[in-house]
């Protein structure tokens, strides 16, 4: 059983900046889509920035292109979330998530999806709070 643990979140002002972790443990397959989304009560979880863990293409929401990063620690299991020029709107609930996803020699034709019904595996969230 995959198990997700996120950290880093916070209270910040416009402009700021905030590192999200998410800790990752008890791996039962060989790669995965990994990534974060983020949610605001009343509204569906959206996909923020997303990887395949052996490399390739990284999805970026346009709402957050040029301002967040996403990246990894394969040696020590934890995905990470740069936030730069955080805006009052990033303000929500943000989620690791994982899916497992069959290992290719080719990593570029892979495209994780962006929606939350693809996810298997969920952290608890870490709140992200932007003031202006």
């Known amino acids: 059983q995959v198990q997700l643990v996120e950290s880093g979140g916070g209270s910040v002002q416009a402009g700021g900046s905030l590192r999200l972790s998410c800790a990752a443990s008890g791996y039962t397959y060989s790669s995965y889509c990994m990534g974060w989304f983020r949610q605001v009560p009343g509204k569906q979880r959206e996909g923020v920035a997303i990887?395949?863990?052996?490399?390739?293409?990284?999805y970026y929401a346009d709402s957050v292109k040029d301002r967040f990063t996403i990246s990894q620690d394969s040696a020590k299991n934890t995905l990470y979330l740069e936030m730069n020029s955080l805006k009052p709107e990033d303000t929500a609930m943000y989620y690791c998530a994982a899916r497992p996803t069959p290992i290719t020699d080719n990593t570029w034709v892979v495209s994780c999806p962006a929606v939350e019904v693809a996810y298997t595996y969920w952290g608890q969230g870490t709140q992200v709070t932007v003031s202006s």
């Open positions: 990887i395949y863990t052996k490399g390739g293409k990284v």
